[in-house]
């Protein structure tokens, strides 16, 4: 179905991510590429609501499945109305997290059932995946220093053992999809953008460009 090129960035809070996405962009731009920048959960009005749903803060206990229906629900939306439609014109997406996000949160860190979390998947994305994933690996500690002094929402607030968690189901992930490639992102920030820029280099010649 998809003609276009769909690049994902993944990491714990604090890897880095955001930061990459720009080195992402740049280089694209640097190579005359148009894209369509945006991220998960959100990039709809609808589904950027569904975030602050999710990321508020709540009275009662927010199940994890609960967590995998909203953030599933917001990338229905997401795919229907922005994504899809650019790739199948052939255009090409940076997303800011996208469905590995949701394996490694709710189905490692929160311990949802993995066949329900690909049940969720298959229905809601077919046979759609990136093309390329960049996982920006940090451990919980260095990221955590990273972003001390900033404000946390609800998940953030979580302990380091969920975390730790998370950074582990990333990372059996990357070791089973050839698409995702491991960025050492406890280096100095100009040897982190210049692995996400050898690692784009390599997909960009893959594709001829
Ligand atoms: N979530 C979920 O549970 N399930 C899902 O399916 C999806 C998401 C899609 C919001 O995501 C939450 O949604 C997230 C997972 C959940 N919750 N958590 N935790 P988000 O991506 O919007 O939020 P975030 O993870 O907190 O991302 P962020 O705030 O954009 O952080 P970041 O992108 O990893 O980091 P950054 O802002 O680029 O960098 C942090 C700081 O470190 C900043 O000051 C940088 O200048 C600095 N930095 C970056 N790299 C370096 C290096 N190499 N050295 C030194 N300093 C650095």
Known sequence: MSQGHFITLEGSEGAGKSTNVDTVCEM????????YRTR???????????????LAEWEETIDGMTEALIVFAARNQ?????????????DWVVCDRFTDATFAYQG???????????????????????????????????AEKRIAGRSKDRM??????????????????ANKHPRMKIVDATQALDHVR????????????????
Do not use: C, W
């Open 28 to 35: 694209l731009d640097e190579a005359g590429i148009t894209f």
């Open 40 to 54: 998960e959960p959100g990039g709809t009005d609808l589904a950027e609501a569904l975030r602050k749903l999710m």
């Open 78 to 90: 997401h795919l229907k109305t922005e994504i899809v439609p650019r790739l199948e014109r052939g």
């Open 108 to 142: 490692a860190g929160r311990g949802v059932d993995t066949r329900f979390l690909e049940a969720l998947e298959q229905t809601i994305q077919g046979t759609l995946q990136p093309d390329l994933t960049l996982f920006l690996d940090v451990p919980p500690a260095l």
């Open 156 to 173: 953030e607030k979580e302990e380091q053992e969920f975390f730790d968690r998370v950074r582990q189901g990333y990372l059996t992930r």
């Open 194 to 209: 210049a692995q996400v820029r050898e690692i784009l280099g390599n997909y960009l010649g893959s594709v001829n460009v």
